[in-house]
C-alpha cells in the first residue's frame, strides 16, 4: 500500500509550488523543442519574475579527504535550499534521476526537483535526500 503524503510533511512546499510554476509558465510561452539552454535561460527569467533567489550553475566541490577531487555544476541553487536540474527529454532516465541524487548527497541538501520540458508538457520529479 502506498504511503499518503500530506503536504505538512512536504519539503518546502510553497517554494516548490513556485519553482514548478516557473517550469509551466517556461513551456506555456516557448512550447517544446528548444534546446536545453533556451530553457534554462527562460527558467532564469521566470525566477526573476517571481522574485525567487537563485544562482545558475552552481558550483558544488567534491572532495575526498578534505582534498578537492572534482567540480559538479547544477542547473540552479534556489533560496539555497532546492537544487533544479532541466532537461528536455520524453523521460527522465536512470541516469539523470542518478546524477541529481549525487547532487543531494554530495551537498548535503535535503531538496531537488528534476524538470523535464517533453512533448506532452512540463514533467517534474521531487527527488528526497535520505541522509
Do not use: W
Not at 512536504?10 to 517544446?32: R, T
Amino acid at each position: 500500500m502506498p504511503a499518503i503524503v500530506k503536504k505538512k510533511d512536504l519539503l518546502y512546499p510553497e517554494l516548490s509550488y513556485q519553482i514548478v510554476g516557473c517550469a509551466y509558465d517556461v513551456f506555456n510561452e516557448l512550447g517544446f523543442g528548444h534546446p536545453e539552454k533556451f530553457y534554462q535561460r527562460a527558467f532564469a527569467e521566470a525566477l526573476k519574475i517571481r522574485k525567487l533567489s537563485f544562482t545558475e550553475q552552481h558550483y558544488s566541490p567534491v572532495k575526498f579527504k578534505e582534498k578537492l577531487v572534482g567540480k559538479m555544476f547544477f542547473d540552479f541553487l534556489v533560496d539555497e535550499k532546492v537544487i533544479i536540474e532541466l532537461k528536455k527529454n520524453a523521460n527522465f532516465s536512470k541516469q539523470n534521476i542518478d546524477q541529481v541524487n549525487q547532487y543531494l548527497k554530495t551537498t548535503g541538501l535535503q531538496l531537488a526537483i528534476l524538470i523535464n520540458f517533453s512533448s506532452t508538457g512540463v514533467i517534474y520529479k521531487r527527488m528526497v535526500n535520505i541522509m
